[in-house]
């Protein structure tokens, strides 16, 4: 009979796996793959309080509204800082991700979410997906379905270590046997370095440039080793002395020197991860190396210039943006497999009386 069940619910409705994501929120379809990769941001009408666009349209508003229109990026360093407007943006991904079929029931959900958040912003995330109309919501830490995402051997004996550089967060992670043996969660990732960026560029040029140029920066030049040839980028901003326009020429040296100390706090917590590996797991992690996931994996040179400072083989996810998706599509596909990886829901936990 649950079996049966089972297979009309599947029938009836779509699974979703979500990456709720500080800078991108990707959503998997099981049996289409990942179907959006949309901004994390949501443009909102204050005189109303109406949401007038979601993602990629709200992302082209940031810095560019009226006084009445505010663009809000709902999640910071990877956890909800606005309930109602997460809401607001997981429904309407929710929707967007199932409009092309005509489905009785609310989609079984996966979201995966940074290590170590606490229970109250675990079940905020439980919470907002299940308002946005999910009939059943699993949780996964984000370093454990990146690993799932790229295919490791995380249910077995066998130690695998993960750095996931996201927008909000940087997770380390070392996992054997479906659990996380040891791992630590940074502000350190791609905020910070565009934040980095800005800073340098007003110390250094007397420029005031925005959070988006910033990023246009750090995808286009940023590099944390020297490249055979510099690399260079025509910015635009506020000039802090006049106040009027003026544009500069930036090097790949002048981003390496702004996001250096970021740089270093990464390797520096890499080590500390380490540090508290188990030693049967540290020369598995010699054996297989370390692996890199997330949209700050793909910063050159961050790849080599880890494995110089840890001694260990760094390997760069295939498609790292979207390895967490992945990863959540995965364990929709076999749920029964990869139960053990999810985080336990509060209520069917057994009772301490």
Do not use: C, W
């Not at 082209?60 to 606005?82: E, F």
């Not at 009785?104 to 170590?116: A, E, K, L, N, Q």
């Not at 030049?221 to 901003?237: D, F, M």
Request: glycine share 10%; no cysteine.
């Amino acid at each position: 009979m649950i079996k049966r069940l089972k297979n009309f619910y599947a029938l009836t409705s779509h699974d979703i796996g979500i990456d709720l994501g500080t800078a991108n929120t990707i959503v998997y379809v099981r049996g289409k793959g990942i179907v959006l990769n949309e901004p994390s941001v949501v443009a909102v009408n204050q005189k109303t309080g109406r949401v007038v666009a979601v993602g990629s349209q709200a992302k082209q508003m940031l810095g560019r509204t009226p006084a009445h229109i505010i663009a809000i990026r709902p999640l910071v360093d990877g956890v909800i800082s606005d309930f109602e407007v997460t809401e607001e943006m997981i429904t309407y991904l929710v929707n967007q991700a199932q409009k092309d079929s005509k489905k009785m029931f609310g989609p079984r959900v996966v979201v995966g979410v940074p290590s170590g958040i606490t229970n109250v912003e675990i079940r905020a995330v439980r919470d907002a997906t299940k308002n946005a109309g999910a009939r059943e919501v699993h949780i996964v830490e984000e370093p454990m379905a990146a690993a799932i995402g790229m295919r490791l051997p995380v249910m077995e004996p066998v130690g695998n270590m993960i750095i996931d550089i996201g927008g909000g967060t940087s997770d380390i992670a070392v996992i054997s046997l479906g659990g996380v043996v040891s791992s630590k969660n940074l502000r350190v990732a791609g905020d910070k370095l565009n934040t980095d960026i800005i800073s340098y560029i007003r110390s250094e040029f007397k420029i005031l440039i925005g959070e988006k140029t910033a990023e246009d920066i750090k995808i286009a030049i940023g590099a944390v080793v020297p490249t055979e040839a510099s690399l260079e980028a025509v910015i635009k901003g506020r000039d802090l002395i006049t106040g009027l326009p003026r544009e500069v020429v930036v090097t790949d040296s002048d981003v390496r020197e702004a996001i250096s100390q970021s740089i270093d706090t990464l390797i520096e917590s890499t080590k500390e991860v380490l540090e508290a590996t188990p030693p049967e797991i540290m020369s598995d992690i010699m054996h297989r190396g370390v692996y890199l996931a997330g949209g700050g994996a793909l910063i050159k040179g961050l790849g080599p210039i880890l494995e110089e400072y840890i001694k260990i083989p760094v390997h760069v996810a295939d498609d790292p943006l979207t390895a967490v998706a992945r990863g959540t599509g995965i364990i929709l596909e076999d749920m029964e497999t990869f139960k053990e990886v999810l985080i336990a829901n509060e209520d069917d936990l057994p009772s301490k009386k």
